[in-house]
Structures are given as C-alpha cells and as structure tokens.
C-alpha cells in the first residue's frame, strides 16, 4: 500500500525541548527581575497609570549578536537618560514574516546559509535575550510560529502579532496564554477589524493545540490576556494622522477594549523607507502632547547604521550594523528623535 502522509516531507529533525534550553540557559534573578519590571511598567502605561511614552526601537531583524548587543549596550545608556519620561525597549526581533520566500530569521536560519539549524537559532536568541535583560533592559518581539514562546516568552516585556497574522486563530489563542502584554498590528490592507476581534479573541479564555515544557504535544487551556492593543502600522494609506487615530479610539471604546493606541513609525506609516520614520514620529509625538493620552507608545526600526542591505549568504562580507531585511534609521537618529521628545514632553 501506498503512503498517504508526509508525502512532501523531506525529513524530520529533533528539536531540543524548551525544558532543556531553559535548564541549559538558566533565568537568574536579575534578569527576572528586568523582565517582572519591565511587564509592569508596560502594563500601567497601557491602563494609564504611568503617563510615560512607550517607545520600542531596535532592529528590524536580528541576525549579528554582536552588532544586537553593542545597539543594547547604546540603549541601556540612553534609557537611563530619559526613564522619567520614556520607557524604553529594545525591539529584539528573532523571526520575520515572508510574503513569498527569503530568510526568516535568526532562529530559523542562525547562520544565514540554508543550513537551518534551529537548534542553535534558538540556542542564540535566547542567549542574546538573557544578555540584554541582565544589562537592564527591557526587550520585545514578534512571535511568529505558536511554538516559540516556549522557549523565548520568559524573556520578553512585550511582544507583537504581525499584520499577516493577527487574524490567525493560532496566534490569537497563543496570545490569550502569553505572560506580557501584546501589541496586535493592523492588516496590510489597512484594516481595523482583524485586530479589534483578535484582541477580544485573545482576552478571553482559550483551549487549542500547543506543547508543554518538555516538548510534548498538550491540549493548552488559558486564563486569557488582558493587556492586548492595538498597533496602527498603515496599509495602502498611512493611519498615524490624528483622523485615523480617532477612528480607533472610537471603535476601541465601542468594544469596550482598552483604549490605548501604539504607532508603528515604519512600514507602510512611513512608506517603508527609513527617512520617512522620523517624520511620522514628530507627528505622533505632537498629537500626544496636544491631549492625546490614547496614544501611548511608538516603534521605530532602528540599528547601528541607516538603511539596509542584502542577505547574501556570508556573514563576513556584510556591513556591520546594518540591516539586512526593512530599512532602519541610524542609532544617531534614533538618539536624537529620544532625547529631543525627552526635551519636548
């Protein structure tokens, strides 16, 4: 008889249990403690009791440890500068989201060759975030595939659910079991609706396919996320002009959902060009000091040097610091957009 399944399955690989890795790359006390903090923090911002901006910039994707650190290194100075006023995160981004084919990030392809040694990805990402926490600050990402957070989420203040996933029913349960608070973006068509359902989906309790610490495939019931918000990242129009913003609010308010909004200053807000990113950044900033407290935060990509380049598989003929998937603006650009807002507020 002919098989019927895995037809198309190349091969299986052994994937390390998340049990394993954290017992291999232990939490210690004060990197808990930045992460237990961190999540507070965001959590009163988002209820508004704490009147400070949230502001998440990092890189678009990490793929150089190094270069991730020495950006942490400039981040932790800064975040002590302005921290009476702005609570900084590190955006710390481990997977990325492909429309049709390319490199998906460090933990799928760690060493940018096709070799796909997860093992090893994960092995980095969680090294890197443990090194970051131990500095003292705090860090977010994208959770793209529903079995990362075992191995990562302890590590995380804050993550997103990506505009091609927030109408996922995977990633709106995964979310309502996630220990931090959730940004959830828009849709690429610019619509509000996916991600409105998605943060009353994931607020709720939920009992979907999952695994457990050691790795096994379990039946995953949670409490539900109360902290989930919504994330205007543009679509065919820009959506961080204040007509577009009260557009949200009103609907937030009618769903009875909380009424905090976070621009995303990249993407299609700025026309995915990175120059574009300190405009709209400037334009959010005095919407906010003009009386908008529903706008709590924003995002910036950001990296040691402006633009982007390609993967070309080498990891010693790329540029140090520069992105090698959405352009970024440069950490001298970022430091100037903090501190002149840090004046400003």
Known sequence: MKQ????????????????????????????AKTVLNGRREVENILQKKD????????????????????Y??????????VKEKINLIMRVYFEKP????????????????????????????????????????????????????????????????????TESQTHREMASGLSMPVGFKNCTDGSLTAAINAMTAAG???HFLGIDPQGYSSVVSTKGNPFGHIVLRGGPHPNYDPVSVEKVQKR?????????????????????????QSFVFKSVLDQRLDGNTSIIGLMLESNLFEGNQKCNGDCKTLKYGVSITDECISWE?????IRCSYDRI
Not at 252 to 276: E, F, P, R, Y
Not at 333 to 337: D, F, H, N
Request: glycine share 6%; aromatic share 4%; hydrophobic share 40%.
């Open 4 to 31: 019927t399944y895995d037809v198309n399955v190349k091969e299986f690989k052994p994937l390390i249990s998340p049990a394993s890795i954290k017992e291999e790359l232990p939490v210690a006390d004060d990197v």
């Open 51 to 70: 009147d400070r901006v949230l502001v998440i910039a990092g890189p678009c994707s990490i793929h150089d440890t190094d270069a991730a650190l020495e």
């Open 72 to 81: 942490a290194q400039k981040m932790k100075r800064l975040r002590d500068v």
């Open 98 to 165: 492909r429309t049709t084919v390319g490199w998906k990030g460090l933990i799928n392809d760690p060493f940018l060759d096709a070799s796909y040694d997860m093992n090893e990805g994960l092995r980095k990402a969680r090294s890197l975030l443990i090194d970051i926490n131990r500095m003292g600050l705090p860090t977010a990402t994208e959770i793209l595939d529903p079995i990362t957070p075992q191995y990562i989420a302890g590590l995380l203040t804050w993550v997103a659910i990506g505009a091609r996933t």
């Open 204 to 206: 709720a309790p939920q």
């Open 252 to 276: 937030l308010k009618t769903k009875n959902l909380l009424d905090a909004v976070m621009i995303d200053c990249s993407h299609d807000n700025s026309g995915q060009k990175h120059k574009g």
């Open 333 to 337: 650009t970022t430091e100037s957009l």
